[in-house]
């Protein structure tokens, strides 16, 4: 942030990365439709960390591309 001459507050809205366009991000809902799952089953990748969320007006929204590259893990214990 910076302050101008009238000691007002200015912000950059340059970014030093290429943004994702918003046909990138998906709901969850559209997600769990992709995958042929259910919501609640989205919602618990989510809590486990396995896909990146991005949070707009209490919404959540996921990686399109993520979603639909999404391998699930072997269940059971991992061996050694």
């Given at each position: 942030?910076?302050?101008?001459?009238?000691?007002?507050?200015?912000?950059?809205?340059?970014?030093?990365?290429?943004?994702?366009?918003?046909?990138?991000?998906?709901?969850?809902?559209?997600?769990a439709?992709?995958?042929?799952?259910?919501?609640?089953?989205?919602?618990?990748?989510?809590?486990?960390?396995?896909?990146?969320?991005?949070?707009?007006?209490?919404?959540?929204?996921?990686?399109?591309?993520?979603?639909?590259s999404?391998?699930?893990?072997?269940?059971?214990?991992?061996?050694?």
């Amino acid at each position: 942030m910076k302050k101008d001459s009238r000691n007002r507050v200015t912000l950059s809205t340059h970014f030093s990365t290429p943004t994702s366009s918003s046909e990138d991000w998906i709901s969850q809902a559209e997600a769990a439709r992709i995958r042929r799952v259910s919501r609640q089953a989205i919602s618990r990748l989510i809590k486990k960390g396995r896909f990146h969320i991005l949070k707009i007006g209490g919404k959540v929204l996921l990686k399109r591309s993520e979603v639909k590259s999404y391998e699930p893990e072997q269940p059971g214990r991992p061996h050694k």
